[in-house]
């Protein structure tokens, strides 16, 4: 039988997911230093910064210090480049959900993707404060806590629960689009309107068919590659929110139970523009 050449970093990446949720949970019992990136809304702490250090860390003593190429969130904020090229590359948020984190509102999870030929291999999202281990594997099924996960089997957008996040953008413009897009759905109407705060965890959501799906125009390649996977291998699907296919790299998406849902939610969408996460520093909009 072909040697599977992934299964070690899939597991070496599911070790290291719950080492790093550990690491979050006993920060989290202690004063949480926090400073800001982007905003005063966008939030960083040292704990983003160590967990970060600790994951690549393990990676690069498992695998080798040059095997693979690395996109994590907080190297990114220092200056590293954002560009997924064909070689083996872990795409890592350390703690999606750090204004939860902060503020101690329940849901911050750590994201761990594994991408080859720009093609993501697998997913691990750990929800360390509600210890629920999110893990798939192109091909071979969802899982959390090792139990099989699968999309909701809802088609009608009247009886399903989709998530909507605000981010961290406050232009006000911005923000109108935001509520105006919330306002549509809602007034479709739709069950409710749902957001755990972490792109990662509100994926599984999906992935599990707590809702039918989450969508934002914002997040970043690492909030959403490991959820991505975990999606798709749950039945669900990912799209771009004018319909068009799912670019790990634009900052917006769509993920959802079926098309039905998808193609409903995007008539409603407001679009507004992100820089891509791909566009090197000098060519980012101000
Ligand atoms: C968060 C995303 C979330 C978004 C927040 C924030 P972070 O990621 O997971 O979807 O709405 O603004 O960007 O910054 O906590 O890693």
């Given amino acids: 039988m072909a040697e599977d050449p992934w299964q070690s970093a899939y597991d070496c990446a599911i070790k290291v997911a719950r080492k790093a949720g550990e ?27 160590r967990v970060e250090k600790i994951i690549i860390g393990a990676l690069k003593e498992e695998f080798g210090e040059g095997a693979h190429c690395f996109i994590g969130e907080e190297s990114v904020a220092k200056g590293q480049p954002c560009i997924l090229t064909d070689k083996p590359t872990w795409i890592i948020d350390p703690v999606d959900g750090t204004t939860n984190f902060v503020h101690g509102f329940p849901f911050v999870a750590v994201s761990i993707a594994f991408a080859v030929n720009k093609e993501l291999e697998f ?38 629960i989709i998530i909507s ?8 413009d911005v923000v109108t689009k935001i509520f105006s897009t919330q306002k549509r759905i809602l007034c479709i109407p739709v069950h409710g309107l749902r957001g755990s705060g972490t792109a990662a965890t509100n994926m599984c959501l999906v992935a599990t068919g707590a809702v039918e799906a989450f969508f934002e125009i914002g ?35 769509v993920s959802a139970n079926n098309k039905v849902i998808a193609d409903r939610i995007i008539q409603e969408i407001e679009i507004f523009d992100a820089t891509r996460d791909d566009v090197v520093p000098e060519q980012k909009k101000q």
């Fill in 23 to 49: 690491v979050i949970r006993e920060a989290g019992e202690r004063e949480i230093k926090v400073s800001i990136k982007s905003s005063t809304v966008d939030l960083v702490t040292k704990t983003d910064e």
């Fill in 123 to 160: 997913g691990v999202v750990y929800s360390c404060l509600e210890d629920k281990m999110y893990k798939a594997r192109r091909g071979q099924g969802a899982f959390c806590n090792d139990e099989p996960i699968q999309v909701s089997d809802v088609k009608d957008i009247h009886k399903s």
């Fill in 165 to 172: 996040e605000h981010g961290t953008n406050r232009n006000k």
């Fill in 219 to 253: 997040i970043h390649c690492w909030d959403i590659a490991a959820g991505a996977v975990i999606v798709r291998e749950a039945g669900g699907l990912l799209m771009d929110v004018d319909g068009g296919p799912f670019d790990l790299m634009s900052r917006r998406m």
